[in-house]
């Protein structure tokens, strides 16, 4: 064997399994001649099994993010691939194709380096006191195999994602199309072809032409805004050069419940939207709630009059927000948990009451501690010589601490245009002090929780969350000696890892016509055709793979010169 094949094989062996590192190699040159000597400590300790369950921007970004071999890693989700959520409005009218937007999860996991298994099917049931969760197989029954079967975990991380929101709306379920998955916007794709072909017909009457062709769309979040954006431009981009005697009978109708739509961007887009398609002929009405859903028409209350609106519709598109699945509230029955929308997690997105079990994305929702529940422990694990008074140095000591741990104060300061929290204590009276008792560092801290708030369920939160998990497992044996996370203020020592914190790198809204609506941190707010461009870029370079930005900008092209497709498969 070549030195240079012998390296190769080495180098291989110890990169595949890195617990080797803790083996020695001696070798000892004697006389012009090699003596190599090989000793193995021995001290392999077994590999923990993480199951996580699904594959969304959470589950994946996971995975992706996982380079510590010494985990056994299990993967369950009932779609075998990864999908780029955001484009899916533009594949419900093939402006991309829904094959260029997904990436099988075994190639990805494949890229991370890891011996990742994975099983297509759904888990319908988690037993946190046993540590295992019972799966029941996605495929067809004629296809043989096991049909149900069950997992060991030592840590499971639930990313299973959330279902669409109906708030018990009669109708909703039979007669409404969702847009939160691929074939979702397949199916919509397809009903739109669909209407307008039986539209042309020449035995259907002019009426019913109409009511074949009112699109409705309920809600007016950034989903049902860009659906709207892309089904105008569909028609009268492409569908007019093809249905010329149709369009003018084709009506869309924007439902938002609330005052305006995409109310969690900043009012100049706002306004800037619901001008655009008041423009455009897109019929936005604003404090308009559904209570009915029927197979040809749909009714809604307007918060004015408070009359009882019908109008005929020929699809209704539903997208209201988020609620949990089945296999998720059942978890939550079982941790007591009730009455809460999403899986509650402390800030390093462990299950409360659950020490190996983690949960990611939309399925969970981050309890954030108030600091007004522990004030009387903070300040007394300030207060280092037990004097009843906190000087400047002592609180300094721990304001590091206090501001990881309690988001909500570093929000305040900023807000308040506050450099730091000594000047949070000083503004608390006339005249600043060196020293502070418990009852004036309550009332300085009195208004911080008031900045709490909920992290937004959006697919930027879920990625990042994976890789912070993932970086946390990483590390695991590292922090467990030497933690990193603030002080523990109800117990000692510190916590093992930083809590997560979400950055914010801005958001996108679409608004057809090639225009796009940008605001990103800083108060940076740009509407117009080179916010597309800017939208376009971003969006290319958070693809998971070349394959797929290779995909996507061909997609693009193809429709500039060519158009949308509106054949039917």
Known sequence: MSWSSFYNTASRVFHEYPSWSKSVVVCTIISGGGLAAYSDSGDQ????????????????????????????????SPRNYFAFTPLLPSVTCGTVEARSIIEPIRKISRKSGLDVQFSEAECYKIDSKNNKVYCRSSQDKKLGGVEEFSIDYDYLVIAMGARSNTFNTPGVEEHAYFLKEVEDAMRIRTK???????????????????????????????????????????????LSKLYPSLIDHVKITLLEAGDHILNMFDKRITEFAEEKFKRDGIDVKLGSMVVKV?????????????????????????????GARPEILDFMKQLGQIN????????????????????????????????????????NKADKDSSGMLDLKEFQNVVGDIIERYPQVDIYLKKNQMKEMATLLSKSQESPTTEVDIEYFKQALSKVDSQMKNLPATAQVAAQQGAYLADCFNRMELCEKYPEGPLRFRGTGRHQFHAF???????????????????????????????????????????VSWRTRALVVSDWGRRFVFGRDSSQL
């Not at 970004?61 to 010494?70: E, G, P, Q, R, T």
């Not at 109008?311 to 927000?321: D, E, I, L």
């Not at 800030?347 to 004030?375: F, H, P, S």
């Open 340 to 379: 809460r929308r999403a899986l509650v997690t402390d800030e390093w997105l462990r299950v409360e009451g659950c020490d190996n079990i983690y949960a990611l994305g939309d399925c969970a929702t981050i309890n954030q501690r108030r600091i007004m529940e522990d004030i009387a422990v903070i300040f």
């Open 294 to 322: 029927g197979e040809k028409d749909i009714s809604s209350k307007e918060r004015e009059s408070g009359q009882v609106v019908t109008m005929p519709h020929g699809m209704v598109v539903w997208s209201t927000g988020i």
């Open 192 to 238: 739109v072809i669909n209407l307008f072909e039986r539209a042309s017909l020449p035995s259907v009457p002019m009426e019913e032409k109409k009511k074949l062709l009112s699109f409705v769309i309920v809600g007016g979040g950034p989903t049902g805004v860009e659906f709207a954006a892309e089904l105008h431009d569909f028609v009268h981009e492409d």
């Open 45 to 76: 300790r077994p590999r923990k099994k993480v199951v996580v369950l699904g594959t969304g921007w959470a589950g994946t970004s996971f995975v992706k993010s996982m380079k510590n071999s010494s985990y056994d890693i299990h993967v369950v």
């Open 501 to 543: 914190r979400y950055s914010h790198f801005g958001q996108f809204a679409p608004l057809g016509a090639e225009q796009t609506a940008a605001q990103l941190p800083g108060d940076w707010v740009s509407i117009g055709h080179s916010s597309q461009w800017l939208w376009y870029s971003v969006y290319v370079s958070k693809l």
